[in-house]
């Protein structure tokens, strides 16, 4: 994997990084990376993200899952890191990603539909939740197991459970005999994709989860006390400047179909951890060359408020563009749609450099397994050298706890603080 700055450096953008800004900026990184490397060193809480490429073992994931590795479909009932990371490795590396369904919402509409559509007797059940409480993945399972029943299916021969040791889902555990992964030690959900949380699905659909935490070790091994050498870091490093200037939205945008969900795990990752004291990033999701046609005019003459991090492979399939005799076509003779794909994302970052955006591009060598533990590896790594830079609490998530203490009156109908915040909210009804 590499990183390319250059149309996100000060001669070219504004808000850009300007090279001596770097080089003082490497010296904070240097010392970033012996607090990351000592923090490793311990298992420290949060830092112990970045041990799981040697930590995680597959073999004991592949155990796990090997009485439902029949199953044609897995559904995934989890949220948050619990979901992500796990949607993401099966929408990068499986022929057929349709084969994993994913329950991260408790819309009825959607629950009822996706379930009604899943062939149970062949579909395994992949629950997820580190804490083991969250409402909506607990909701959500009560729901799936009754509709199993229901029809008649032995729900138990064909769930896997990934949780802490204590909980109402450790409860069931015990009480039906599941087979249960644990979570990883001091690994807050949204850095735990290289771990049980993110892999069973892929392990289930007989993925290369040893390739992906074979990429993502060499991605640690690339982490060094300078930017210069080390993509993630570099990443990071850009990143962070870029918001010091004021660039305080980064959209990412992957030109490849495969890597949308990327964005939408990189979206919880970066939001959650670095979203404090009043700073942080808003990472916008996009997917080129599609949101060419409905973002890139606002990231290219909208406010000087964002930077634009794109991703691709540099290896596509060949697709060629039949050849057609009309003349207004002739750009397209002799080309494949990997070529076309591969000039969009060209044009797309020398536009906003033309027009004085940062741009960041990330380039795999393939988006195979590898690739993608890599790409994961190195934003984790970006994440936490980013929340060393800005001295923040990286790993927790405080701010996600009033709204769902305030659910969970709601639903209880007792009086909280919460409750009574949301009863007096601001009103103004337009019918
Ligand atoms: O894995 P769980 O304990 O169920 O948590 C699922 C998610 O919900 C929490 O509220 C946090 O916002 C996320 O960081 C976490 O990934």
Redesign the pocket.
């Known amino acids: 994997m590499h990183v390319d700055i250059g149309a996100a450096l000060g001669e070219v953008a504004e808000p850009g990084v300007d090279e001596d800004e770097l080089d003082a900026l490497d010296e904070r990184v240097a010392t970033a990376h012996e607090t990351i490397a000592a923090g490793r060193e311990n298992g420290d809480f949060g830092y112990a993200a970045l041990n799981l490429p040697e930590e995680t073992d597959p073999s004991v994931i592949r155990e796990a899952v090997e009485p439902v590795t029949d199953a044609e479909y897995v559904v995934t009932v989890?949220?948050?890191?619990?979901a992500l990371g796990a949607k993401t490795v099966t929408a990068a590396l499986a022929d057929r990603p349709d084969r994993h369904v994913i329950l991260d919402n408790v819309d009825p509409e959607h629950i009822e539909r996706t379930l009604a559509a899943l062939p149970l007797e062949d579909t395994a059940i992949n629950v997820?939740?580190?804490?083991?409480?969250?409402a909506e993945?607990l909701a959500n399972f009560l729901v799936v197991r009754e509709t199993y029943e229901d029809a008649g299916v032995d729900w138990t021969e064909l769930t896997v459970v990934t949780t802490g040791e204590s909980g109402p889902l450790a409860q069931l555990v015990e009480e039906h005999d599941l087979p249960r992964l644990p979570v990883p030690d001091g690994v807050?959900?949204?850095f735990a994709a290289l771990s049980s949380v993110g892999l069973v699905p892929a392990a289930i659909l007989d993925l290369d989860i040893e390739g992906l935490l074979s990429g993502a070790g060499a991605a640690a091994d690339d982490l060094g006390p300078s930017l210069y050498d080390s993509p993630a870091y570099a990443y990071g490093a850009v990143c962070y400047a870029l918001e010091e200037r004021g660039a305080g939205v980064n959209a990412v945008m992957p030109y490849a179909e495969r890597l949308e969900l990327f964005a939408e795990w990189f979206a919880?990752l970066w939001a959650?951890s670095l979203g404090k004291d009043g700073r942080g990033q808003t990472p916008a999701r996009a997917l080129g060359a599609t949101d060419q046609h409905s973002q890139l005019q606002l990231y290219r003459a909208g406010p000087r408020d964002k930077m634009v991090t794109v991703v691709r492979p540099r290896e596509r399939a060949d697709v060629p563009v039949p050849e057609t005799d009309h003349d207004s076509l002739s750009y397209l003779s002799g080309a494949d749609l990997g070529q076309l794909l591969d000039a969009e994302y060209d044009a797309t970052v020398a536009s906003l450099a033309q027009a004085g955006r940062p741009a960041v591009e990330i380039e795999l060598e393939r988006l195979d397994a590898e690739g993608l533990g890599e790409l994961l590896f190195a934003m984790e790594a970006a994440t936490i050298l980013v929340g060393e830079l800005a001295d923040i609490e990286t790993f927790t998530?405080p701010a996600?706890e009033w709204g769902?203490r305030a659910a969970r009156g709601l639903l209880s109908g007792e009086e909280t603080e919460e409750t009574k915040t949301v009863a007096e909210r601001p009103s103004y009804r337009i019918d």
Do not use: A, N
Request: glycine share 24%; charged share 20%.
């Open positions: 989890g949220i948050g890191g619990s997820v939740s580190k804490s083991g409480t969250t993945t807050p959900g949204r919880q959650e998530q996600v769902k």
